[in-house]
């Protein structure tokens, strides 16, 4: 059926017909914007958890680094100390 043919038969509907069909519209849009608000939420939080993993990462790429560093100094120092046994 066509958005016309739909259109030409609403005046034979009764008032009670046409109050429904305009509630069953009107919940179709207030589901959709349900959706609508559903998917920012979801995206918003998405990206809240990418920021959250990216700062993550940084510490512990800076922490992992702190920790060669220190590494590799106790490493030059016990090696000098057994350098001059």
């Known amino acids: 059926m066509t958005v016309s043919e739909i259109i030409s038969e609403l005046p ?10 305009l509630r ?6 207030r589901k959709k914007e349900e959706i609508q608000f559903a998917d920012h939420l979801l995206l ?14 940084q510490r512990f790429s800076n922490e992992a680094a702190v920790q060669i560093f220190q590494a590799m100094d106790g490493q030059e120092v016990e090696d000098t100390g057994r350098e001059s046994s």
């Open 24 to 29: 069953s519209i009107l919940e179709l849009d």
């Open 44 to 57: 918003a939080s998405c990206r809240n958890i990418d920021e959250r993993e990216r700062t993550d990462a």
């Open 12 to 21: 034979k509907l009764s008032e009670a017909e046409r109050r429904e069909i």
